[in-house]
Structures are given as C-alpha cells and as structure tokens.
C-alpha cells in the first residue's frame, strides 16, 4: 500500500502485461486513486479487515461502501454458501465467465482456485489456453457452454443448456450457483477491467 501523498495510479509498463491468461499471480493497478487504511471511515472500515481489505482493488471500492458491502456479500454466498454446487465448480463458473469477458487477473485468481480444489490443473489451463470452445469432459463442458452463453451480452442461454445439466444431476440449487456466479463474475469483471489493469508481479 502507497504512503500518504504517493499516487498508486499509474501506467503498467509493457514488458509487465499479462500476454495471456495464466494461473500465475497477477497484480492489479488501480486507474483511479484507492483510499490508504489509514483514511478509511467508520462504514469503510469493517469491509476492509483482512489481508484482501490492504489490497488496492477493494481499496478503491471502499469509496462506495455500499456497493463493496453488496460484492463482498455476493462473494461469500457465492464461494462459501452452504449446499449447491461444489465449491471446485463455483470457481469453474467464475473462469468461465472471467474468460469469457477477457479479465486476465480474476480468471488467474479463480483458474487457481479451480485447478487447486479440482486436482486438474492441466484441464483448467486448457480452458485458459483455448477458451470455452475447449472439449474437457461431459460434465465440465455442460458447465463450460451454460456459463459461457450466460456471460454473453445480451444472454443466449436455453433451455437445451439447462435440460443437458438436469440430465447430468444438476439440481435447482445448483442450476442457481451456476447462474448467481456467471451474474457476479460479469460484474466483477466489468469493475476491474474499467477501474484497472493486471500486472506481472517483479
């Protein structure tokens, strides 16, 4: 985090943007000054506690509290609710989605987190590899088209996409964990793409 009177907006160089997707680490540079903790208000405040709070992403957000309060909310019901999906899918959805809008850093974020509760890193990386047109298996390729066409502006998602996962075990519950991330993640996508850019850390 930068000290008081030293800007954290500035230009990535070109030898540090990302070339393509990865599940390596990025950094994120912020467009728009964040605030520093140490200015962070009473509503700030609790929505900045932990170590994503130092970064300058949700920094930046704070300035609009309630509107970090809805993500941070949209973030734990999504990745830690109860029943539903598998958490391993929940992060296969934000992928997705995250690799579908172009995002390089949420879909290295959440490529690692797929990868890492999946025990299939060689499959996620295809999918950042190749994009969602890529063939994995019968199930992940049903997860794969549904989020992939939800994430599509405007929306071509069907009823074949939702009768091919009810044929797969796919239950209401998680039918509504696919939709809730691919709905979440174009919206984190569309904030860090517009307020910022991914860097390769040094």
Wanted: charged share 25%.
């Amino acid at each position: 985090m930068s000290e008081r009177g030293v800007s954290e907006v500035r230009s990535v160089e070109n030898g540090r943007l990302p070339t393509g997707f990865t599940q390596d680490q990025l950094d994120w540079v912020p467009w728009v000054e964040p605030i520093l903790l140490a200015d962070a208000d009473e509503l700030q405040k609790p929505l900045l506690e932990g170590d994503r709070g130092i970064g300058p992403y949700f920094r930046l957000l704070a300035r609009n509290p309630e509107v970090l309060a809805h993500r941070s909310g949209n973030d734990k019901e999504i990745f830690y609710g109860r029943g539903g999906l598998t958490r391993a899918e929940r992060e296969l959805a934000a992928t997705v989605t995250s690799r579908h809008n172009g995002c390089e850093y949420c879909a290295s974020v959440h490529s690692r987190f797929t990868s890492a509760l999946s025990k299939r890193p060689g499959d996620v990386q295809r999918l950042l590899d190749e994009g969602n047109e890529v063939r994995i298996d019968e199930r992940w390729d049903a997860v794969i088209d549904f989020v992939d066409a939800l994430a599509a502006n405007p929306p071509r998602a069907t009823t074949g996409h939702l009768n091919r996962l009810r044929q797969l075990g796919f239950d209401a519950a998680e039918l509504q964990d696919l939709v809730l991330s691919a709905a979440s993640f174009s919206w984190a996508n569309r904030l860090m793409l517009t307020l910022g850019e991914p860097e390769v850390p040094a």
